[in-house]
């Protein structure tokens, strides 16, 4: 078992930036690869940003593409997004996953129970 735990969201204005942080537990967290994915109200959780376990690798969805940037720490079991340039589309919960190096929800293991992040105009 792997357990998230999200922190770092908040209300920010547009242009402003937020780094959201993702504390890992239980198993070993280096091996898996991880992801960010967000979900707005009365829309379906998507994609954000993936990670492979190694940090080589990494992948993001179009529309943060430039402006998000996706890290981890492995020896601090901590995987980050730096959000950067937000805009109010970019306003939902974010969750962090663990488990794979992939864009669908179903791929991944663990999530978190998220961190609403809010971006006025």
């Known amino acids: 078992q792997v357990q998230l735990v999200e922190s770092g969201g908040g209300l920010v204005q547009a242009g402003g930036s937020l780094r959201l942080s993702c504390a890992a537990s239980?198993?070993?967290?280096?091996?898996?690869?991880m992801g960010w994915f967000r979900q707005a109200p009365g829309k379906e959780r998507e994609f954000v940003a993936a990670?492979?376990?190694?940090?080589?690798?990494?992948v993001y969805a179009d529309s943060v593409k430039g402006r998000f940037t996706i890290s981890r720490d492995n020896a601090k079991n901590t995987l980050y997004l730096q959000m950067n340039s937000l805009k109010p589309e970019d306003t939902a919960v974010y969750y962090c996953?663990?488990?794979?190096?992939?864009?669908?929800?179903?791929?991944?293991?663990?999530w978190g129970q998220g961190t609403q992040v809010t971006v006025s105009s």
């Open positions: 996953a663990a488990g794979a190096y992939g864009w669908k929800v179903y791929e991944y293991d663990y």
């Open positions: 239980g198993r070993t967290f280096s091996s898996y690869g």
């Open positions: 990670i492979r376990w190694s940090s080589i690798s990494t």
